[in-house]
C-alpha cells in the first residue's frame, strides 16, 4: 500500500503543475508602500557634522524615542521602514568594533547605543519591516575617515579633499568598507529585511568585474547576517527608474518629487529586466521640499494617494522620506499625510 502511494504521488507530481518559487521581494510587493528618515548627524548630502562631538551625538541617540516612531508607523499602516545608520557626518546609530579599528577615530562616532536593533525589535512586535540605508563610500565629511578606508570620490568636481586624485577601482577601501557592513550584518541578522546602499555612481570603475571586490562580494556582505535580505544600489535620480545591476532584488528608484508622476507612468511592470534578471519596481521619493527637509507635505493626500495606488496596480512598492527630529518623532504634519495613503491602500 505504501509502495502504491508513494508512486501515485510521484505520478501527480510529474503531472500537475508547480506552485512558483516565492521571491525574495514577495513582501515588498504585498508592503505596497512604507516610510524613510534620514536620522543623521548633519542634513543630508551635506559637508556638515564636525561641530557635532561623540558624546553629543551619544546623547542624541540614547534619547531617541523608539516606542514613539514606532507608534507613529503602526498609525500609519506602513509596511516597512527605511531607517539610516549614517550618512557624510562619520556619525553612525550603532556600534561597529571593525569600523573603529579601521578608522582610529577616539572617541567613536558610532553610537554606543544600537538603535538599529532596539528599532528592529520595537517595529517587529507591530509587524513592520525594517530596512536600512548606507551609502556606498566613506562619510564625505569626515576627512581621516576617508584616508584610513582608503576612499577617493570617483570624479573631478565631487567629493575631493584638496589634492586629492579621483578614484578608481579602490580595492582596499572596498575590502574595508564590506568588513565594516558584514559585521553591522551579522549583528542583526535575521531583523534586517532590506539595504538601500546610495551613491553606487562608480560601477564600472569600482564593481563591475569579475574577480573580486564586486557586486557580488559587496552582495556578499550585505547578506552575511542574512540571505533573504533583499538590496538595492542606487545610480541616483533616473527616470525612467533602472535596476542598477543584477544583484539588485530592488530597483533603487530614487526620485525627485517633481518626476515622481513622469517616473510612475514609465514604469512596465513589477519587474524591471537588468542582465537577464528581473528586479523588483521599487520608486523612493520624498513628501516634503526635499530629502529630510519641509515643514508640511509639498503635494494634497489625494495626489499622494494617487501615486500610491499607481505603483501598486503595477505590482510595485513605493517608500516616502519624510523629516524626523532629534527626538525620534516624525512631524505630525507628515504622519497625517502618511495616514490618509494608509487609509486609502487598505480600503481600495
Known amino acids: 500500500m505504501k509502495r502504491l502511494a508513494l508512486a501515485v504521488a510521484c505520478l501527480l507530481g510529474a ?48 534619547a531617541f524615542d523608539v516606542g514613539g516612531l514606532v507608534d507613529q508607523l503602526a498609525s500609519t499602516g506602513a509596511g ?34 544600537d538603535l538599529v536593533a532596539d528599532l528592529a525589535k520595537a517595529l517587529k512586535a507591530k509587524d513592520i519591516a525594517l530596512m536600512v540605508y548606507l551609502p556606498s563610500g566613506a562619510p564625505a565629511a569626515d576627512p581621516l575617515a576617508r584616508k584610513m578606508l582608503g576612499w577617493r570620490w570617483g570624479r573631478p568636481g565631487g567629493w575631493q579633499l584638496p589634492g586629492e586624485p579621483v578614484g578608481g577601482r579602490l580595492v582596499e577601501f572596498q575590502r574595508n568598507w564590506e568588513a565594516v557592513i558584514r559585521e553591522w ?19 564600472d570603475e569600482m564593481y563591475r568585474f569579475d574577480d573580486e571586490p564586486n557586486f557580488a562580494s559587496f552582495t556578499g556582505a550585505l547578506k552575511a547576517g542574512n540571505p533573504e535580505a533583499i538590496v538595492a544600489f542606487n545610480p541616483g535620480v533616473r527616470v525612467p527608474v533602472v535596476a542598477h545591476t543584477r544583484y539588485d532584488d530592488y530597483a533603487a528608484g530614487e526620485v525627485d518629487l517633481p518626476k515622481l508622476a513622469k517616473a510612475i507612468e514609465s514604469c512596465p511592470g513589477r519587474w524591471l529586466e537588468c542582465e ?14 526635499s530629502w529630510c527637509r519641509g515643514d508640511r507635505p509639498a503635494l494634497p493626500d489625494e495626489e499622494i494617494v494617487a501615486y500610491t495606488k499607481s505603483v501598486a496596480d503595477k505590482g510595485g512598492a513605493i517608500t ?14 507628515f504622519v497625517e499625510q502618511l495616514r490618509a495613503v494608509g487609509q486609502a491602500m487598505t480600503v481600495r
Not at 15 to 27: F, G, K, V
Not at 320 to 333: E, F, N, R, S
Request: aromatic share 12%; net charge neutral; hydrophobic share 35%.
Open 185 to 203: 550584518s551579522l549583528r542583526w541578522g535575521k531583523d534586517l529585511a532590506g539595504w538601500w546602499i546610495d551613491g553606487c555612481y562608480f560601477a
Open 15 to 62: 503531472i500537475l503543475p508547480t506552485a512558483p518559487a516565492a521571491e525574495p521581494t514577495d513582501w515588498l510587493h504585498h508592503a505596497r508602500w512604507g516610510v524613510m528618515t534620514h536620522y543623521l548627524g548633519a542634513p543630508p548630502s551635506s559637508a556638515g557634522g564636525a561641530e557635532l562631538t561623540a558624546e553629543m551625538w551619544n546623547r542624541q541617540v540614547d
Open 80 to 113: 516597512y521602514l527605511l531607517f539610516t545608520i549614517g550618512q557624510n557626518s562619520g556619525h553612525y546609530c550603532a556600534p561597529n568594533a571593525t569600523y573603529d579599528k579601521i578608522v582610529g577615530t577616539s572617541p567613536s562616532k558610532c553610537s554606543r547605543r
Open 276 to 289: 537577464g534578471s528581473n528586479v523588483q519596481l521599487h520608486i523612493l521619493s520624498f513628501l516634503g521640499t
Open 320 to 333: 516616502y522620506d519624510v523629516p524626523i527630529q532629534t527626538t525620534g518623532l516624525i512631524p505630525q504634519a
